[in-house]
């Protein structure tokens, strides 16, 4: 494999290019009109323009796509995640072109895309799932009464989307048919596919995925977990791993969950399992991701692995180098996602032009990013700026630096989740281990009395922090020192979609 073309943009396509470069391969950016100047533009060996601003006059454009990598004499495509990376037709429509799709096959896609067809599949296979229906909702009345059996709180969710998009909570059975019909209109018109089906409510879960890599001759592995508990509206914000809740062996009960399921639907190159794990530790499978996850650094940064290396070696058709054995956990690691946000308003993104940015340095920290200053966020795409990822040898002191490097990340122009990300690391809940996705809607108000209150606030967080010290027999590099970063508002988004 020579040349790759990287199908999408930003920081995501930049982290691909860098790995390739290392590797000694040429790589092809695309870019929409509005990215002319971008830095993965500027980076790609090669760089051609595919149409207007708006994804879907060029970034989804897959035809298009195929057509410049047969043109430019791409051996391989990768995807990145979002806009082409879960679309089986153009991974087919890739291999069909005699290009390598760097990523899983589309006949994997298609079993794990489903929802109820992944769940079909985790039964079949004794993987753990939460009570509900195991195929779409056609007769409304039928289906309350199965709801009824399975017992109220219930979840509405569509079976092609994710996102938050067709979901609805029932607490009460009186309002099953009204969420019912609302959940199956948006599912059909963000998918095209109104299909939806019931699971029990599971109150107070974490979310915590199991990374699964897997090459072409039947093996697979898996990465160790990821907690991405902390979410607005079923979106993650802050991700680490591994997860502090987990024991031993849970640990290898849902890593070999995930690698039962890969091997199931035939699974090669990365993808991740998700999971809800209740109070108990009862673990339930929610679905598979058959992409690279943006959250992967943290999963490299214990293991020591590149994992986009790994996927350019699968691809190429090498078996991997390692098996289960020889996989450890070193270390922690905890990502916050640096996006255009305003959280004092319930996180509504926000454009501009960047007006200072200027990235954190130092031991154990990691900015990925597609940005400079004088850039400007655009209405077109994710409001996604960075991944700034602390790593040490334990919890607290990965939590130290990432509060440090949060301090030293400077950011005007546009509203930020900096300032969250600080105030989430410092919450007793959080630093004491106990939290759920339930985290931001039971404790963050959005005003300025539900910041933290430095007086009794800070030392119950400080006490917190002590008896982590004990807990982990290690000292916690945390610092207490508050930066404020100032911007501007530019409020007018509309449709963006989160990966």
Known sequence: MNKILVANRGEIALRVMRSAREMGIKTVAVYSEADRKALHVQYADEAICIGPA?????????????????????DGIHPGYGFLSENA???????????????????????????????????????????????????????????????????????????????????????FEE?????????????????????KYIASPRHIEIQVLGDKHGNVVYLFERECSIQRRHQKLIEEAPS?????????????????????????????????????????????????????????????????????????????????????IGGHAIELRVCAEDPMNNFLPDTGILNTYKRPQGTGVRVDDAFEQGMEISIYYD????????????????????????????????????????????????VSRSYDTGFIQKYFLPEPVSMLKEDAAEKEIAALIGASFFYENSTAENSTNSKSVTSQSHSNWRQIRFW
């Open 54 to 74: 708006p994804s879907s006059q060029s970034y989804l454009l897959g035809d298009k796509i195929i057509e410049e990598s047969v043109r430019l004499h791409a």
């Open 244 to 328: 502090s809740i987990l024991t031993e062996s849970l640990r290898q009960k849902m890593g070999e969950s995930a690698v039962s399921l890969a091997k199931a639907c035939g699974y090669y190159n990365a993808g991740t399992v998700e999971f809800l794990v209740d109070d108990d530790l009862n673990y339930y499978f929610l679905e598979m991701n058959t992409r690279l996850q943006v959250e992967h650094p943290v999963t490299e940064l214990i293991t020591g692995l590149d994992l986009v290396k790994e996927q350019i070696k699968i691809a190429r058709g090498e078996k991997l180098s390692f098996r289960q054995e020889d996989l450890q």
């Open 179 to 199: 969420y019912v019909n609302s959940a199956m209109s948006e599912a059909q018109a963000a998918f095209g596919d109104g299909s939806v089906f019931l699971e």
């Open 383 to 430: 409001p996604l700026l960075a991944k700034l990822i602390a790593y040490g040898k334990d919890r607290n002191e990965a939590i130290g630096r990432l509060i440090r490097a949060i301090d030293e990340y400077q950011i005007t122009g546009v509203q930020t989740t900096l300032g969250f990300g600080r105030w989430v690391l410092q919450h007793p809940n959080f």
């Open 89 to 175: 037709a153009f991974a087919r429509k890739v291999e069909q072109a005699g290009i390598t799709f760097i990523g899983p096959s589309p006949e994997s896609m298609e079993q794990m895309g489903s929802k109820l067809a992944a769940k079909e599949t985790a039964k079949n296979h004794h993987v753990p799932l939460v009570p509900g229906t195991a195929e779409p909702i056609t007769d409304i009345l039928e289906a309350k009464r199965i709801g009824s059996e399975i017992g109220f709180p219930l979840l509405i969710k569509a079976s092609a989307g994710g996102g938050g998009k067709g979901m609805r909570i029932v607490k009460e059975e009186k309002d």
